[in-house]
């Protein structure tokens, strides 16, 4: 599709293409990462709150409440905070203010697809890394000069996670570069490399409260790293939309952070979910990788993934299925309610009969 009128720029653009989001409400939908419960009810009451008369002025454009709210729950300064719509929307400055040098970014084969669309948008160049053969990232493999790297951890669509140890060593060899870690899933289980960010000024990590704290809807991401990196990102932002983040967004996550004792017993939750799960599909003949997220990637012994999946679709679960060649027999299923779970698993136990 092209158009006269369109820009040069944008009629080689390949777009980002997400999980389906089907308007019929009986299917059992693990095909999108989003939590599967609801928001903590004091998010719920804040976000009421705010929808008062106040709605007809601007939201703070630095979201000043929202960043300290951040800034006291993990232990940094709010100056270390940058604040967006989402964390796509955060990546996006990330790519144009800190990764646009004219030499490659770095990031896995196999990783969450959006990281080469962003370099396509801003005419970044970008090299691949392979996974290992058990789907693993291995620091020592990015080597070389390069613009920058950027690797989720957990790794999506793997779910496999790094430890500190191996994101301190990227850092220590690439010290001229920004090293980002996309932290999407790492409240499931890995661990957080916000920690280092006082001791590595080339580091940048973002979070989403889409996942963890169930606010998909309310679009909220956020990034933590020294305060040059965020002055970038600042200057982006304001030269890009200086009201990312509405008032009742704003409302919510500070909300979200409030209320740790439900983040807590949902997040264990979910991965005490996400352990009953694989123990059923390993049942079922599948092979899991281990996933400190709030998902699984699971290929059959015997039967091929895109087989599964649409089969799945028709008795009304669905799941994701990617067509890239190294892991097109792998599905990819969010961890669902006890109920969603058993629907999953009745489900292939008649596919696989």
Known sequence: MSNPYWSPCIRGLEPYVPGEQPRRRDLVKLNTNE????????????????????????????????????????????????????????????????????????????????????????????????????????????????GGIVLANPNAPTGCALPLTAIEELLVAH????????????????????????????????????????????????????????????????????????RLAIAGGIAAFADDAYFQARRSQVMASREALVTALVRLGFEVLPSAANFLFARHRERAGAELFEALRRDGVLVRHFKHPRIDRFLRITVGTETQNARLIAALESLLR
Request: with cysteine; glycine share 6%.
């Open 35 to 146: 939590n599967p419960y609801p928001p903590s009810p004091q998010v719920l009451a804040a976000v009421r709150a705010a929808a008062d008369e106040s709605l007809r002025l601007y939201p703070p454009p630095e979201a000043d409440e929202f960043k300290a709210a951040i800034a006291t729950y993990h232990g940094i300064e709010a100056s270390q905070v940058f604040v967006g719509n989402g964390s796509d929307e955060v990546l996006a400055h990330v790519f144009h203010a800190l990764l646009n040098h004219g030499r490659p970014v770095l990031f896995p084969d196999i990783t969450y697809s959006f990281y080469p669309v962003y370099c396509r948008l801003y005419g970044i160049p970008w090299r691949e890394i392979p996974l290992t053969s058990d789907y693993c990232i291995a620091v020592a493999d990015y080597q070389g000069t390069n």
């Open 175 to 246: 010290r001229d570069t920004v090293v980002v870690i996309d932290e999407a899933y790492v409240d499931f289980g890995a661990q957080s490399a916000i920690p280092l960010v006082r001791q590595y000024p080339n580091l940048l990590v973002v979070q989403t409260l889409s996942k963890s704290r169930a606010l998909a809807g309310l679009r909220l991401g956020f990034a933590v790293g020294d305060a040059g990196l965020i002055g970038a990102l600042d200057t982006v932002k304001n030269s890009f939309n200086s009201y990312p983040l509405d």
